[in-house]
């Protein structure tokens, strides 16, 4: 069970620290970072159990894989000018119960 999750530089999440309880029931208005937020998770899933990193990356995740990094203020463009892109992924789960 996931119990914490802290995003950094994902797509528009660009620092986001979560504790879930048993139930959590996510809701805001569009464009807020819902479903990046799971997308996060799914990525953080796929990256510990796929065998290539491209493989991880890969369909059904929204958008090519340069769009998983939190744009700069001056978006794509800045992006590409940079010596590089990173995003995190940190958690805390736990098996049964």
């Keep these: 069970m996931l119990s914490k999750l802290r995003v950094k530089g994902f797509k528009s999440l660009e620092d986001v620290e979560l504790t879930f309880p048993r139930l959590t029931v996510l809701f805001g208005p569009n464009a807020s970072g819902k479903s990046n937020l799971l997308e996060s998770i799914l990525t953080l899933s796929r990256l510990g159990t796929s065998r290539t990193l491209s493989e991880a ?3 059904p995740l929204r958008g090519y894989p340069i769009e998983m990094f939190n744009f700069p203020s001056d978006g794509l463009a800045g992006l590409l000018r940079g010596d590089e892109a990173r995003f ?3 958690s805390d789960a736990s098996c049964g119960e």
Excluded: A, K, V
């Design 88 to 90: 995190r992924l940190e």
């Design 57 to 59: 990356l890969s369909e």
